[in-house]
């Protein structure tokens, strides 16, 4: 493979959130050093229908998970297990449900908190949280910088081709504040200072980085559904590809085989949606 690459989502922002609330994201926009696309998430808008598809490139409809208590091992190939088919080294920092769609399921808590692997053929390098006892009394997240400084840590470490980082923190202040609110725009403008110092050191380290979310969030903090908040998010890509217009919607649908024809591992043939970058 040619190039390498971080996947870094920030669960339920909205698109209205990224675009007004992310100064750090916008600013590098102005400076020309990243571009910035809507993009529309599948349906249902829901996390882990979402997380599924974004790695696999096929609809909740075709992968079989309809929504985050329909959790288990699925059967389609996705971004970990081409790009370890091309050779590369693989590593996620993220929701145990990831490790269970594309690892092992059930996820176990001694087992599969955190685990190198080096045979492995989807991923050789997890760090996990389950968030279990999540709610609005307690959200049970763990701090953002201390999982931006993991995935450093295992590219540092393990020198990762591809690497995935996934942070519940918005989501779940979404659901317990909604998002017209000064918790909302405070908790925003925290990962986004929390992000920033990285995005340079990875960019510094010879990844190309993509930083979206998997879906967004209504007023009442709901998603799951059709609408407009709750499916549309944005997309920021830190590279040298070139992309479409900036009016392009892109469908969730297209990371899994733009990051992999980056990358230059192979796309499996159910990944039928066009890459956006070249």
């Known amino acids: 493979m040619n190039r390498k690459l971080l996947l870094i989502i920030l669960d339920g922002v909205p698109w209205r959130n990224f675009r007004r609330l992310f100064g750090n994201l916008e600013g590098w926009v102005d400076s020309g050093e990243a571009r910035v696309w809507k993009l529309r998430s599948v349906l249902p808008s829901i996390s882990a229908s979402c997380y599924a598809s974004i790695h696999t490139g096929v ?3 075709e992968h079989g998970c309809t929504g ?3 959790v288990f091992r699925l059967d389609h190939k996705d971004i970990f297990s081409q790009v370890r088919e091309a050779g590369g080294v693989t590593g996620a920092v993220t929701h145990s449900f990831w490790s269970q769609f594309f690892n092992r399921h059930p996820f176990d808590y001694v087992r599969d908190v955190e685990y190198d692997e080096s045979d492995s ?3 050789n390098h997890g760090r996990f949280h389950s968030m279990t006892g999540y709610g609005k009394a307690n959200q049970m997240t763990p701090s ?3 999982l931006f400084a993991t995935l450093t840590n295992l590219c540092l470490r393990f020198g990762l081709d591809y690497g995935i980082l996934h942070t519940c923190t918005l989501d779940s202040m979404g ?3 909604y998002h017209d609110c000064e918790e909302m725009d405070h908790a925003c403008f925290v990962i986004d200072e929390m992000l920033a110092p990285f995005i340079p050191r990875w960019r510094q380290l010879g990844y190309e980085v993509i930083v979206t979310a998997d879906h967004g969030q209504d007023e009442r903090g709901h998603h799951g559904g059709r609408s407009a908040l709750q499916q549309e998010t944005a997309l920021y890509y830190f590279g040298d590809a070139e992309g479409p217009d900036a009016e392009t919607v892109i469908d969730q ?4 085989p733009t990051i992999l024809t980056r990358m230059g591992a192979p ?4 990944m039928k949606a066009r890459p956006f970058l070249r």
């Open 253 to 256: 649908l297209q990371l899994a």
């Open 175 to 177: 659901h317990r504040f």
């Open 68 to 70: 985050n208590g329909n």
């Open 121 to 123: 053929a989807t991923i």
């Open 267 to 270: 796309v499996a043939e159910t």
């Open 144 to 146: 953002d910088v201390d």
């Open 59 to 61: 609809t909740p409809q």
